[in-house]
């Protein structure tokens, strides 16, 4: 006849014991489960966070305080014409000394004869009038402002028939007015009076 055993409660020791052995036979990993935002810049150590942590394109114009990236903090090279919003610059952006040439597109050419009424010897740019204001005085329209732009005129001798040349003091002079960014005046002299004159300008944007 066998002979039973009863079982008790475990005590305390037992229990410990228990734990420590499921501890060591399950290895040291341990899982932690962290509400949701329960995690916020204070818990957060100075400088953990960092580029290789954060997800691309994860960071966006609005998660960027104002102002809070200058030149400094663009790496030399990183921007190109691509990344740049058409339109965003002017000529007031741009170094004048660091251009080594000129564009075509930039540089526009008007001839004008030395008539009653200016009218212009070759034709004119699209958008662009001429007229005669008093002698000697030459007022050119143009359909925009032209204020960010250089101008140079200078005299011009187109003879209609093979006749002599008598040199004399001539000369040109252009004025703008800030006031009316769209318009230019050629004034021309002869001797140091306004005369009309033939004359062509040269207009770089």
């Keep these: 006849m066998r002979k039973r055993i009863k079982l008790g409660r475990p005590g305390h020791s037992a229990v410990v014991a228990y734990l420590a052995l499921f501890l060591a036979l399950g290895g040291s990993a341990y899982a932690f489960h962290l509400g949701k935002n329960s995690v916020g810049p204070k818990q957060l150590k100075k400088n953990s966070v960092t580029g290789p942590k954060i997800k691309s394109n994860a960071v966006s114009g609005a998660k960027i305080a104002g102002n809070a990236v200058d030149g400094s903090k663009v790496k030399d090279g990183s921007l190109t014409g691509s990344d740049i919003q058409p339109g965003s610059l ?18 526009t050419s008007m001839a004008f004869t030395g008539d009653n009424s200016c009218s212009p010897a070759l034709p004119l740019p699209s958008g662009v009038t001429s007229s005669r204001t008093s002698d000697g005085v030459c007022l050119i329209t143009f359909p925009n402002s032209i204020s960010g732009c250089t101008a140079n005129a200078t005299i ?16 040109a002079q252009v004025f703008t007015n800030p006031n009316k960014p769209n318009l230019m005046s050629v004034e021309t002299y002869e001797e140091n009076a306004l005369t009309n004159l033939p004359f062509d300008l040269v207009l770089v944007c």
């Design 156 to 171: 011009h001798f187109r003879p209609t028939k093979i006749m002599l040349l008598t040199v004399s003091d001539r000369s």
């Design 90 to 107: 002017t000529g007031a952006n741009i170094n004048q000394s660091s251009l080594t040439g000129v564009r075509a597109g930039n540089v």
